[in-house]
């Protein structure tokens, strides 16, 4: 190959370097937010590894038994609660109640109230586990980076990935029955064997979220319970005992790094095209008009 020099606005660039800018146009990794579950009976958190920060409902302090209706401010963040959104805090039952003798969180049927529940969180994150409890098709969960929605999982979605199988393949290799994971767990006689419970991570790559907004697809017909929040910052592993249920790509706009040098690159080409066309023996350094 004859090797020239281009130029771009006065800086003199190779024909190697103008490769490298057109392929750093694309994305050098992918963006995906994977979901998890723990192992049948596992009910708080199986991430180890760097600083977790945790709501369990169950402090007498900060959660009293009762129906909230006003924002409600945590450590782990801040809900948005109204009386059409709004939170109820329950003593432990076949529905929920990951310590069986603890309170947990629930709405839809338990309020009466068919308004999401957004949790703003104090930092964004990549990881959000929560113990969710006896999963019906109409509840959801939905993460965003601020008001970018990035994906949603139905309990309908989850209740199709426990079906599709008899068993379930941790990452380990760990083999589970997928009935193990229908009712309550550590109860005997176990509880609520009609509906699946399961604690369940969302882990993203290659971006951060900041709200987890839960829904009930807008009906009080039946109710969302939920138990042990966790999101967890720093060098954090998610063990092989659990199970990678589902992953979604996510599509984003390029950072300004990204679409920058594909702009170079195309201006580059369209020079070499004109460049090509100038009479013998012209041999001026070309400017960018």
């Known amino acids: 190959m004859n090797l020239r020099s281009y130029w771009l606005r006065g800086a003199k660039v190779s ?5 490298l800018l057109l392929g750093c146009a694309a994305p ?5 937010i994977s979901v998890y579950i723990a192992a049948p009976n596992v009910v708080s958190s199986p991430a180890t590894g760097g600083t977790a920060v945790n709501e369990n409902f169950s402090s007498s302090s900060n959660w009293a038994q009762g129906t909230y209706t006003a924002d409600r401010v945590r450590n782990i963040g801040t809900f948005d609660l109204s009386p059409q959104s709004a939170l109820r805090i329950q003593n432990s039952d076949q529905y929920g109640g990951a310590g069986n003798s603890g309170r ?11 308004g999401a529940i957004t949790l703003n969180l104090t930092n964004p994150t990549t990881f959000f586990g929560m113990w969710w409890s006896a999963i019906d098709a109409y509840n959801g ?14 309990g309908a979605d989850m209740i199709s990935l426990f079906t599709a199988s008899s068993t379930l393949t941790a990452q380990n290799n760990s083999v589970y ?25 969302f882990y993203a790559s ?23 929040f966790q999101t967890r910052s720093g060098t954090f592993t998610i063990p092989g005992s659990t199970v990678l249920l589902t992953q979604y790509q996510i599509s984003a706009a390029p950072e300004p790094s990204v679409w920058i040098p594909a702009g170079l690159g195309l201006i580059a080409a369209a020079w070499w095209r004109r460049r090509r066309k100038r009479p013998a023996g012209d041999s001026s350094a070309p400017g960018i008009e």
Do not use: H, W
Request: glycine fraction near 10%; hydrophobic fraction near 30%; include cysteine.
């Open 15 to 19: 024909p190697g370097v103008l490769l």
């Open 28 to 32: 050098c990794s992918a963006i995906s």
């Open 104 to 114: 947990y969180g629930a709405f839809g049927a338990q309020t009466g109230t068919s």
């Open 141 to 154: 969960v939905s993460l965003y980076d601020n008001n970018t929605f990035l994906m949603r999982i139905s």
């Open 177 to 201: 029955q997928t009935n193990s994971y229908l009712g309550k767990p550590n109860t005997n006689p176990r509880q609520n064997t009609g509906e699946y419970y399961a604690y369940t991570m």
């Open 206 to 228: 290659g971006l951060t979220f900041n709200r987890v907004v839960l829904d009930n697809s807008g009906t009080t017909a039946t109710g969302f319970e939920f138990d042990n």
